[in-house]
């Protein structure tokens, strides 16, 4: 956030609504996916997209500040 003050409130905004998104999309399928194929499936399959998502951070947490300083001066954050 400190990178991108003049956008903080707005991505903020994004993370949280998209996290809730997901989550109730989580939850409202959990159920009747259980129910069809079996603990064993659906979770294996739902630890499987959660260990796929942590990877997806990996090159973030390693390229970040590079990231970070190549987008620094786009016109669209800074305003």
Known sequence: MDCY???APEAISLIVGLKNVIGFGFGYGAAPWIKNQGFKSSLGAMAGITFGSILLGVPLYVFGKQLR????KWKLIMW
């Open 69 to 72: 300083f190549a987008t620094a």
């Open 5 to 7: 003050y003049p956008a």
